[in-house]
């Protein structure tokens, strides 16, 4: 199968101050196959969130490379990555991080805006999504009036609109009961058996990383 | 587009603040502009007029170009010879004075009014003189005086409203009944308060008011009743006074001259004549001359007004920039979510751009509807009294709207670039 990220040597370091640098990267290296399924695990501190961060080309490593599905993607430029983002990669985040003002329908439309969907194939898609969520009766409804599992599942949709080859979660269950926690879990998997897209996920719930098919794990910014 | 009212709506008092810096400023801009335009419109047709003429006036005169009330006057035989200089085609005498009787214990008048108060203007119907600019005025009713109307009068606009006077009516000016001759119609200058008369009993009446002229006048018909032989037993220095009273006449009460000049001559040139031979009798103000002192005048004027306003606006425009300041640090996390779906920074730097752009359109709105409420509101308390002082038009409220945008815009730009260029890794961290 082929490989779809690959990256060595990652190093990272953040200036809190001026004699404050952590260093929450110091060399990992991490490759996925198309198809898989990858839960980071660490404890909290050990880079995992940094690492998410780098494969999704919102931080730029210190030093290291890092191929997405065939590009150079270490010292790319933020002119050009804002496209890679738009059309391979899906974000789900721990937070829901649904736009308090936009209906879950607007919400979904959005990403297809910076994917550069047309506006009714962007409404066509996004409503398809929601159903394929079962949240067709919640629509139109703000996020705060959405229960934690169902704004999870809006923001699954959102990851989902521009069909990337690449989603990347992080901690995705983190503020869902246990029960709500399985049923995304399972939702995702379904998602990655289904239409063969490559799932890579943070958590530092044990369980949640058992269902996966890989683990990576971290600690003080190294391998494990 | 729903997405930035919403985003506005969020802060609904906050946005409602910044939106009142706009609509102060651009409220203040409309009522002033229209104030400036309605001035410069009546600046230009009195603009019109005196470039279409050169005015003479008699030296001295207290208020140069309004003629009013000095007792210097031009007399007949000054403006025969000034017909006979080079180029001189026609000289007009001509007589202005208020339409009402000065009141002697506060002959300035007490209020302060815009706009041309009414005033007499009496032209000789006898002369073949005619400003060039002048020729025509459109006539609302009836038609303007001519030869033989020495008893009638053509009004303009503001006196018919004022005074609810219909042609064939009759007008009572300083004791006299004149016939409504016509009316003209609104020229939006200094006609629409003028009484167009004879110059016959305008001089008259002008002689009347001028207590100076008066006595004048009450000496010459004494002198004249005096026959030689009883003058020449007189005492030299009494003969030489009475033969002085005697030699008054009433064509020489001008208090003004219009001149024009024959085709193909320079305008200049020939002002410059009539001043060279009569230095010390005359004034002369010469078309160009005239016409550049009115533009001087109103470009400061302009900029006075047009400044305060602005001055509104910046303001208004600082207010915006502070708002969206604080709506793109409260919305970080927003912009890293949406950098994280893709978003170009220039797409976030548009989306911030068109709120403030909005917010400027939106205070223009309702800051330009209230300037024209005010505006009519005024002009029709003062359109009884014959003084419109705005002057509404169409195209400057869409100037202004667009202004208003345009400086949302630009106030909404130095944020929206602080947003677009915000890293999203750090956005994201603020969660």
């Excluded at chain 1, 990220?5 to 990267?25: H, W």
């Excluded at chain 2, 000034?82 to 214990?105: C, F, R």
Aim: hydrophobic content about 40%; overall charge positive.
């Amino acid at each position: 199968m082929k490989t779809i990220i690959s990256a060595k040597n990652l190093k990272k370091s953040y200036r809190m101050s001026k004699t404050n640098i952590i260093k929450a990267l110091k060399g990992v290296d991490f490759e996925v196959k198309e198809g898989d399924f990858t839960a980071i695990v660490g404890p909290s501190g050990c880079g995992k969130s940094t690492l998410l961060h780098i494969l999704g080309l919102l931080d730029r490593p210190d030093s290291g490379s890092l191929i997405i599905d065939d590009i150079d993607a270490s010292k790319m430029k933020e002119r050009r990555a804002y496209k890679l983002r738009a059309k391979k990669i899906g974000f789900v985040f721990q937070g829901f991080n649904l736009i308090p003002t936009l209906t879950a329908l607007e919400n979904i439309m959005l990403a297809g805006k910076y994917g550069g969907q047309k506006l009714g194939e962007r409404k066509r898609r996004a409503q398809e999504l929601l159903e394929m969520m079962g949240l067709k009766d919640r629509m139109n409804h703000r996020p705060n009036e959405l229960s934690g599992g169902q704004a999870q599942r809006v923001a699954l949709a959102r990851a989902l609109m521009n069909n990337p080859s690449i989603i990347l979660a992080d901690e995705p269950t983190g503020e869902l009961d246990s029960k709500t926690s399985l049923e995304i879990m399972e939702m995702l998997k379904d998602i990655n058996r289904k239409e063969n897209r490559t799932f890579v996920i943070v958590t530092h719930n044990d369980e949640v990383a058992r269902t996966c098919k890989k683990i990576v794990r971290l600690k003080d910014g190294k391998n494990v | 587009m729903l997405e930035i009212f919403r985003n506005m709506w969020r802060r609904k008092f906050r946005t409602f603040l910044t939106i009142m810096g706009i609509v102060v400023g651009i409220f203040a801009f409309t009522v002033m502009g229209s104030l400036a335009l309605k001035l410069n419109k009546m600046i230009e047709g009195g603009k019109l007029y005196v470039t279409g003429q050169i005015t003479i006036m008699p030296k001295g005169s207290a208020v140069e170009g309004m003629g009013g009330g000095g007792n210097s006057m031009l007399p007949v035989d000054t403006l025969d010879k000034i017909a006979q200089v080079d180029g001189v085609d026609k000289v007009g005498p001509m007589v202005s004075l208020s339409l009402e009787e000065p009141d002697p214990d506060n002959p300035v008048g007490g209020s302060f009014s815009f706009g041309p108060t009414p005033t007499i203007e009496a032209s000789d119907l006898n002369s073949e003189y005619k400003n060039r600019n002048w020729q025509t005025i459109a006539m609302k009713e009836g038609r303007m005086i001519g030869k033989g109307d020495d008893n009638k009068v053509t009004i303009g606009i503001n006196i018919a409203t004022d005074k609810n006077l219909k042609v064939g009516d009759t007008i009572k000016i300083r004791g006299r009944d004149f016939e409504v001759l016509g009316i003209v119609d609104k020229t939006m200058t200094g006609p629409d308060s003028y009484v167009f008369m004879s110059i016959v009993p305008a001089r008259e009446m002008l002689v009347e008011s001028n207590p100076f002229l008066k006595s004048l006048k009450e000496q010459s018909d004494k002198a004249a009743s005096y026959s030689d032989a009883a003058l020449s037993a007189m005492p030299a220095d009494i003969r030489k006074q009475i033969i002085d009273a005697k030699a008054f006449k009433i064509e020489d009460v001008n208090t003004m001259a219009g001149v024009s000049w024959k085709d193909g001559y320079n305008s200049e040139d020939v002002a410059n004549r009539i001043k060279d031979q009569f230095k010390d009798k005359v004034s002369v103000l010469s078309p160009v001359k005239m016409g550049e002192e009115i533009d001087k005048a109103t470009t400061i004027f302009n900029a006075i007004i047009l400044g305060v306003a602005l001055i509104a606006l910046i303001v208004g425009g600082f207010s915006i920039i502070n708002t969206m300041i604080m709506s793109i640090s409260e919305r970080t996390k927003e912009i890293g979510i949406k950098k994280a779906l893709g978003a170009s920074g220039r797409s976030i730097a548009w989306e911030y751009t068109l709120e403030a752009g909005t917010i400027g359109l939106l205070g223009g709105l309702i800051g330009m509807g209230l300037g024209v409420l005010v505006a009519v509101l005024i002009n029709n308390r003062m359109a009884s009294r014959g003084a419109e002082i705005f002057l509404i038009e169409p195209n400057f409220l869409i100037e202004v709207v667009i202004f208003s945008f345009v400086l949302g815009t630009l106030a909404g730009i130095i944020p929206a670039i602080r947003a677009a260029r915000m890293r999203a890794v750090d956005a994201i961290r603020e969660l």
